[in-house]
């Protein structure tokens, strides 16, 4: 339980005063290989580099998804979002009217990949310097 809770806490950190590199360097340090954001319940599934993964649930309400896709709205939330433009929740809700299902992150790759409600790949970049 306690390293749900340490995990819990580097992504509410995260989430309230983005460090990037600070953020990866402590998912690298736990063996954490990727993990899945689910926008439409705020939930995270973090998979380790041993296959085995942790679920983590989110208080936050349900935002509806748009049904219809955009690549261009989803550059556009992002990049307003990493340039401090945006909180985390207004990204959220950007992202979903853009039709972001999930973005999973790839922390040895270092990239971020955008996907729709149908798989379709929206946008993909590269987390320390997203475009």
């Known amino acids: 339980m306690e390293f749900n809770e340490m995990l819990s806490g580097v992504f509410e ?15 690298k340090q736990n063996n954490i290989s990727y993990y899945i954001y689910f926008v439409a319940t705020g939930n995270v599934k973090v998979v380790t580099s041993s296959d ?3 679920s983590m ?13 955009s690549g261009c709205l989803t550059r556009i939330a992002a990049k307003r979002h990493f340039t401090h433009v945006t909180t985390f929740d ?3 809700r ?3 009217r853009a039709g972001v299902f999930k973005w999973v992150v790839d922390v040895n790759e ?3 990949y955008y996907w729709s409600k149908d798989n379709q790949l929206l946008h993909t970049e590269n987390i320390i310097n997203p475009t």
């Open 90 to 92: 207004q990204y959220c």
């Open 110 to 112: 270092v990239n971020r």
């Open 57 to 69: 649930k989110s208080d936050r309400g349900l935002i509806k998804i748009n049904s219809e896709a």
């Open 52 to 54: 085995s993964y942790i």
């Open 13 to 27: 950190q995260v989430r309230n005063k983005p460090d990037l590199l600070k953020f990866l360097t402590e998912l």
């Open 94 to 96: 950007e992202l979903a």
